[in-house]
């Protein structure tokens, strides 16, 4: 394949149901030139290859491939330089904090989905990585794409410097048929069971709706993943006398993820940090009411488009703000209604063609 003037480095990529592999997915198909830019990826025959098509792999790598885009060192035991042939592109972006290291003299922009792991790490060693590991990258390349303000914020405060950052919201697909009423009570909580998810408040939040109403009619759905904060989150469970109120799901197919959201009365984030939210913004889409915790990146995307709750008063504000929605049905209409504003406003097509324009404007 010639060379070309932009390549896009997706050799983080992992055919996995995560908010990274949506960002770029949702990028390739949203994408405003065709052919599609060049990208570098691993391949299903060999260790990596260079493509223009649109479909991502649909299969995980070896294991050992797997842990090293765990690490992110996979580019490591890919060979860069020949897989170009001496043919260098003019310009690389990545949709990861992935700076490559083999093409130092190339002009590279990099994406920073959020500093989590700085404040909130599930565990030492992803808290070390990011403290040691991301600030390599993020120096060395040309421009930083942040995700939102937050995230732009944050990598201020961490020393870059704010003329190495843009920001480009992330952004969602429009829904053909959103809803227009509630079709149960469940409320749904999507989030891996991590430290940064908060977890542990939508549960006390939930026991003290049931509280003050015990003949609520659904139950508190949590799909996600299972971590280290699993064991705590079922102790906490059983303290709360929350047996039979909460249902645990680690994995469904998109089908099944709709029809859990189409059923569902609202969509919780108790979150205490993240970088955009792609959960908040998908239910918008489908005009399910949201409900989110009051931190920066919350308060900057929802706060007219969703119902805000406190982090430290145990679940009472989120209590309270689900009785409301469901004693007035003017609110959970007017939040239905303010939602699909929102995400009519952040769609993946808006952030495809200002990143796109973004990669075509001199770097800094």
């Not at 990099?110 to 808290?127: E, G, K, M, Q, Y």
């Not at 949590?222 to 645990?248: F, K, N, Y």
């Not at 989110?292 to 990146?297: D, G, K």
Request: with cysteine.
């Amino acid at each position: 394949m010639s060379a070309a003037p932009l390549l896009f480095n997706l050799l983080p990529y992992r055919p996995e149901p995560t908010g990274l592999s949506r960002y770029v997915q949702r990028l390739l198909a949203a994408w405003p030139e065709q052919p599609l830019p060049v990208q570098l990826r691993l391949s299903p025959t060999g260790p990596a290859e260079l493509s223009r098509s649109p479909e991502l792999p649909s299969e995980q790598r070896s294991a050992w491939m797997r842990r090293l885009q765990a690490q992110a060192l996979v580019q490591h035991a890919v060979p860069v330089r020949r897989l170009l042939a001496g043919q260098l592109p003019e310009r690389i972006y990545s949709p990861y904090t992935d700076w490559l290291w083999a093409l130092p003299k190339v002009p590279q922009v990099i994406t920073c989905h959020d500093l989590t792991p700085l404040h909130v790490p599930n565990s030492r060693r992803a808290h070390w990585r990011s403290r040691l590991w991301l600030p390599q990258h993020m120096q060395r390349a040309r421009l930083v794409v942040a995700i939102s303000r937050s995230v732009a914020d944050q990598l201020v405060e961490s020393g870059l410097p704010a003329q190495r950052i843009a920001v480009v919201l992330n952004g969602v697909e429009p829904v053909a048929e959103p809803i227009s009423t509630p079709a149960g009570g469940d409320c749904l909580l999507l989030a891996r069971h991590a430290r940064n998810k908060n977890v542990a408040l939508a549960l006390s939040g939930f026991a003290r709706l049931l509280a003050l109403e015990p003949a609520w009619p659904g139950q508190l759905v949590v799909l996600g993943s299972r971590d280290r904060c699993t064991p705590a989150l079922l102790r906490q469970q059983r303290e709360l006398g929350l047996e039979g109120r909460v249902r645990w799901i680690e994995r469904v197919s998109e089908p099944e993820l709709q029809a859990l959201l189409r059923s569902a009365f609202c969509l919780i984030s108790p979150s205490l940090m993240e970088g955009f939210d792609y959960p908040l913004l998908e239910a918008q889409a489908l005009g399910l009411p949201t409900l989110a915790s009051r931190i920066p990146v919350h308060e900057e995307l929802h706060h007219e488009a969703a119902l805000l709750f406190e982090l430290h008063d145990h679940g009472d504000t989120m209590a309270h703000q689900l009785r409301r929605l469901s004693r007035e049905p003017a609110l959970w209409r007017q939040l239905s209604q303010a939602g699909l504003r929102n995400a009519a406003a952040h769609t993946s097509q808006r952030q495809a063609r200002e990143l796109h324009q973004l990669l075509q404007e001199p770097l800094p």
